[in-house]
């Protein structure tokens, strides 16, 4: 008898969160880093470690002085976070390390014959290509808060919102001179030079971006 009401007492305990014997997920989402999957693992109520791959991939162009640029935008992440539930339920919060594999690249095009480079004009023939990317550290951290944690069998939502420190992005563009400005020529030499400060302007206006914004939405499955 004294066996059976303790079943009975205990029975409700094992539906509280924290204490059903799931503690791992497997969850897709998307958001600000692209679209990815996440795997979660919780030990006990309290603590908990989420590893997560994002991509995202995007061409478009864009004409700015005189020059039209195809641009590629890719974004590639993993993180590796520790996750804290203060209250012991969904709520979380959550730092880690981040590899951070996000680039742009642009190629340049000439519209009308000319390109206008550090405010001086050339004509297409004077340029034989122009390239520029931009790239971030790659090992960055990564502090935010989110909602989510592996406690019951089934579909659960999850919710990340932070910040991936990213540091100053830092940019390369690469001019090489064409037929009717070769190598040694004045025009080339200018051309270098006005290369070198069109990317010491684009590293001063990308100083803003040393933070990123970190968002996504996403169903996960505890097993």
């Known amino acids: 008898m004294r066996k059976a009401i303790a ?10 969160p924290g204490v059903a014997p799931a503690d791992t997920s497997l969850g897709l989402r998307a958001g600000t880093l692209g679209g990815g999957a ?13 590893l997560n791959v994002d991509a995202y991939s ?7 002085d005189n020059i ?4 590629k935008v890719k974004l590639q992440t993993g993180s590796l976070l520790g996750d804290w539930f203060p209250f012991a ?10 590899f951070n594999g996000n680039k742009l690249t642009m190629k340049g095009l000439p519209t009308g014959g000319t390109f206008t480079i550090n405010g001086t004009p050339y004509l297409a023939s004077d340029i034989g290509s122009f390239d520029a990317e931009v790239d971030f ?15 019951n069998s089934g579909l659960s939502l999850i919710f990340d919102l932070g910040v991936m420190f990213q540091g100053s992005p830092k940019s390369k563009i690469n001019v090489t001179c064409g037929p009717t400005a070769p190598p040694g020529s ?22 803003s971006y040393k933070y ?12």
């Open 137 to 151: 550290n790659r090992a960055v951290p990564y502090f935010g808060i989110g909602y989510g944690r592996p406690i």
């Open 7 to 16: 079943v009975v007492a205990i029975m409700p305990l094992l539906c509280l």
């Open 89 to 98: 339920g969904n709520f979380r919060i959550s730092a880690g390390a981040m």
């Open 212 to 223: 990123y914004p970190v968002a996504s939405l996403g169903l996960a499955y505890t097993f």
């Open 186 to 207: 004045p025009t080339c030499n200018t051309l270098q030079s006005d290369a070198a400060a069109e990317q010491a302007r684009l590293d001063d206006s990308l100083h």
């Open 58 to 64: 995007r061409t478009q162009s864009k004409t700015q």
């Open 38 to 50: 996440e795997l979660s693992h919780t030990f006990g109520q309290r603590t908990g470690v989420r």
């Open 68 to 71: 039209d640029y195809d641009q």
